[in-house]
């Protein structure tokens, strides 16, 4: 599975958008690129995934570049309980191996 | 649905007793993971099985680990004897695969498991 480069930490304004980078350079072409997040002491919670095209759901967008070598989550209004660690993961279309790296510990300013 | 079920949320046991963790995966879900979390590894992927079937356990660190689904409703993560750097926190998720084949898991609450 490719590997994935993230901040290890980024801050943001309660009420703006938090755009959070994922650097995934060696990403197959049947690869999916996923974002999870962990809120302190909770278990880790599916966010959106993409494949080529940009994603949008009821909690984030995923703009994907061109080349899929890197991508960016979007919180378009972040509030307080947007704080948490967010993972960019790559994995494999058919298979349902998902490798956690360190991710990115996103805090939500009041 | 309750969601992914983990029992106990905390553990604490002496080194050298044996450890059961629980799991009951979310009904339907096909897939059944087991992580574990410590400050300095992060979370790492230890076994997952397929409707019941043990399909990649290079994760598991030792032979004192051991993974277990008798049926599709429940998994036990065993851990005989147990060490000090057992220490962590352990969780399950499952998982259905969706019309893409994409990941989305569920992930439990966890079991905070400290080894003394």
């Known amino acids: 599975d490719a590997k994935t480069t993230q901040p290890p930490s980024m801050d943001c304004a309660e009420g703006r958008a938090a755009n959070l980078p994922c650097n995934h350079s060696t990403i197959s072409g049947n690869e999916y690129v996923y974002w999870y997040r962990q809120i302190h002491s909770q278990g880790p919670q599916y966010i959106i995934h993409?494949?080529?095209n940009n994603e949008t759901n009821e909690m984030a967008s995923l703009i994907i570049t061109e080349d899929r070598k890197s991508s960016t989550l979007i919180l378009p209004h972040a509030t307080l309980r947007d704080t948490a660690v967010y993972y960019c993961?790559?994995?494999?279309?058919?298979?349902?191996?998902?490798?956690f790296g360190q991710g990115t510990r996103l805090t939500i300013n009041p | 649905d309750a969601g992914v079920i983990q029992s106990p949320r905390h553990e604490v046991t002496e080194m050298g007793q044996e450890v059961t963790l629980r799991c009951k995966p979310i009904?339907?879900?096909?897939?059944l993971f087991w992580y574990r979390q410590t400050m300095m590894r992060g979370l790492e992927l230890l076994i997952y099985?397929?409707?019941?079937?043990?399909?990649?356990d290079s994760g598991m660190p030792e032979d004192r680990f051991s993974a277990k689904m008798p049926n599709a409703s429940f998994s036990t993560l065993k851990i005989q004897p147990s060490e000090p750097r057992d220490s962590a926190v352990y969780f399950c998720?499952?998982?259905?695969?969706?019309?893409?084949?994409?990941?989305?898991?569920?992930f439990g609450q966890g079991t905070r498991l400290t080894v003394v």
């Open positions: 993409g494949l080529k």
């Open positions: 998720a499952s998982s259905v695969r969706g019309r893409g084949a994409e990941i989305e898991a569920f």
């Open positions: 099985f397929n409707n019941n079937v043990p399909i990649d």
């Open positions: 009904s339907g879900h096909d897939y």
């Open positions: 993961i790559v994995g494999k279309w058919g298979a349902q191996k998902l490798v």
